[in-house]
């Protein structure tokens, strides 16, 4: 089969389209024919050498995907060949068949196309585990999402909202503002204009929002926090900006603010096949009534994996962006 290739720590055109042995599936895995797989940023990160894939993982990037499973193992009961099918994996969707274990496996939601199901397993599990889960956004809450276009952006912004939140968002231009806009978010801040701790304040008569979903990190810690309501949760998923920043605790106290951070891709398997239940539990509906949807109008032959990377660094795409196997 052929599989998108590191073939050393770089820049895009270190991914190369290359020949590789099939993946064998172990008795709790099926083997899934990949339709598509989406980008993400932790993608850039392996390819950069930056993130390696946990221990026993396929070294290709690619941590979702969409396909038809082609073979089951041994203790597998739910999937049978020729399902339809996406799967949030922690390595290996930059091919034409990867492995993965059932319980990281869901039905391509009703509606959804095969390939666009490819977009769903990361965002679905990492906004439902961090807003719902872990920093328990309620109905009538206020979420202040932090690269509002980005692929995590636009699916938080649906969910929320279809859970019965107030939706902020930032972004870097109007075109991006306006997508958000369309999609539901309440209050659209240009970052590069505007102070986002100002508009929030203004907006909430200086209050603030309860959870804040952040990709920037360091740069954005302490004013993340300024602009937290009372009991108040700040997640972070992502640290563009760096990882080391200055804190004044003082608002901590006063305001009884917590801040929690995760990766989804280092969870073993058991925690990430909870999520995966969770997720088609609690998201999966919304997608099928048509109140969440993907967003993908980026796409490239798997050979352009190097082009697709290019876009994403770029900062110019809005949603997700496909590999087509």
Not at 56 to 62: R, V
Not at 162 to 179: I, M, N, S, Y
Request: hydrophobic share 40%; aromatic share 6%; charged share 25%.
């Amino acid at each position: 089969m052929k599989a998108v290739v590191i073939t050393s720590p770089g820049d895009p055109e270190v991914l190369q389209l290359q020949e590789v042995e099939e993946p064998e599936i172990k008795d709790d895995e099926v083997l899934i024919k990949t339709e598509a797989a989406a980008l993400n940023r932790g993608d850039i990160y392996q390819r950069q050498g930056f993130y390696p894939p946990p221990e026993g993982a396929s070294t290709f990037p690619g941590l979702e995907c969409s396909g038809i499973i082609e073979a089951v193992g041994e203790n597998v009961s739910r999937w049978k060949v020729g399902d339809k099918v996406c799967a949030l994996l922690s390595g290996g969707g930059y091919a034409e068949k990867v492995a993965v274990p059932a319980g990281q496996v869901l039905p391509v939601p009703s509606g959804v196309s095969l390939s666009d199901a490819a977009s769903l397993p990361e965002v679905a599990c990492t906004v439902w585990s961090t807003v719902f889960t872990r920093s328990r956004l309620c109905p009538g809450e206020t979420l202040l999402i932090h690269g509002g276009s980005s692929g995590i952006g636009t699916f938080a912004i649906q969910i929320a909202k279809f859970k019965g939140a107030k939706v902020f968002v930032t972004a870097g231009d109007e075109r991006k503002l306006a997508f958000c806009n369309d999609l539901g978010a309440d209050l659209c801040i240009n970052y590069k204009t505007e102070d986002f701790v100002v508009r929030v304040k203004e907006e909430t008569e200086g209050k603030g929002v309860d959870v804040i979903l952040d990709c920037v990190g360091a740069a954005y810690l302490q004013r993340n926090l300024d602009c937290l309501n009372v009991d108040g949760r700040l997640f972070i998923i992502g640290s563009i900006s760096g990882f080391v920043a200055e804190l004044n605790i003082a608002a901590m106290f006063a305001k009884r603010l917590s801040i929690q951070a995760a990766a989804l891709r280092t969870r073993s398997v058991g925690e990430k096949a909870s999520i995966v239940k969770e997720v088609e539990k609690n998201v999966w509906p919304a997608i099928m009534s048509g109140k969440v949807k993907p967003v993908v109008p980026q796409r490239f032959p798997l050979g352009e994996a190097a082009e697709a990377h290019r876009l994403m660094e770029s900062g110019n795409h809005i949603g997700k962006i496909l590999l087509f196997a």
